[in-house]
C-alpha cells in the first residue's frame, strides 16, 4: 500500500482508540490535553455510574442485575462524552494526515449521540418482547444513528453543492 492509500487508514486508526476508551486518539494525535481532559471524564462518568459493572453483567447475559445496577442518571452523559470522543480522534487524524474536510462530516457522528442516548433512556424496556438493557440497546442504537445520520449528511451535502453550484 502507498503512502498515499496509507494516510486514509489513520483517522480511522484514530476512531478505533477513541473506541476502545475516550482519549486514546488523542493521546496518539498528539492532543494530550484534550486525551486527559477524555480520560478523566470517562472515569467520572463511568465509576458512579457503574458502567464496567454492567458490562459485565450484560455479557453475562444478566441483562436484569445490568439494569439494576448501572446509574442512569450518570450513564446519560456517556453517550455524548463518547461519540464526541470518537468525532474528535476522527477529525485530529484526518487534520494529521492533512485529508481535507467534507461538508457535515461531524453529523454521523451528532445524530449517533442523540440516538444513542434514546437507546440508553429505553434500555430498561423490552423491545419487540427482548430487553437488551443498558449496554447492548444503546450499541444497537449507535449504530442506527450513524446509519441515519449518514443518510442525513448526504442530503444536506446535496443540498449544499447544488447551492454552491447556483451561486457560480
Request: with cysteine; charged share 15%; aromatic share 16%.
Amino acid at each position: 500500500m502507498d503512502d498515499k492509500k496509507l494516510k486514509y487508514t489513520y483517522p480511522i486508526e484514530m476512531l478505533l482508540w477513541s473506541i476502545a476508551l475516550p482519549g486514546f486518539g488523542q493521546l496518539l494525535n498528539g492532543h494530550y490535553i484534550k486525551a486527559i481532559l477524555f480520560v478523566i471524564l470517562e472515569f467520572l462518568i463511568n465509576v458512579p455510574g457503574r458502567l464496567n459493572l454492567a458490562i459485565v453483567y450484560s455479557f453475562h447475559g444478566d441483562i436484569s442485575r445490568a439494569i439494576e445496577v448501572v446509574n442512569y442518571q450518570w450513564i446519560m452523559f456517556y453517550p455524548c462524552l463518547y461519540v464526541f470522543a470518537m468525532w474528535d480522534a476522527f477529525k485530529g487524524g484526518r487534520e494529521r494526515a492533512n485529508i481535507k474536510a467534507v461538508p457535515y462530516e461531524s453529523v454521523p457522528f451528532s445524530v449517533a449521540a442523540y440516538i444513542c442516548t434514546i437507546g440508553v433512556i429505553f434500555s430498561s424496556k423490552p423491545i419487540l418482547s427482548i430487553t437488551f438493557g443498558p449496554i447492548f440497546t444503546p450499541i444497537i442504537f449507535v449504530i442506527i444513528g450513524f446509519f441515519i445520520g449518514r443518510i442525513v449528511q448526504k442530503l444536506l451535502q446535496k443540498r449544499y453543492y447544488s447551492l454552491e453550484e447556483n451561486s457560480t
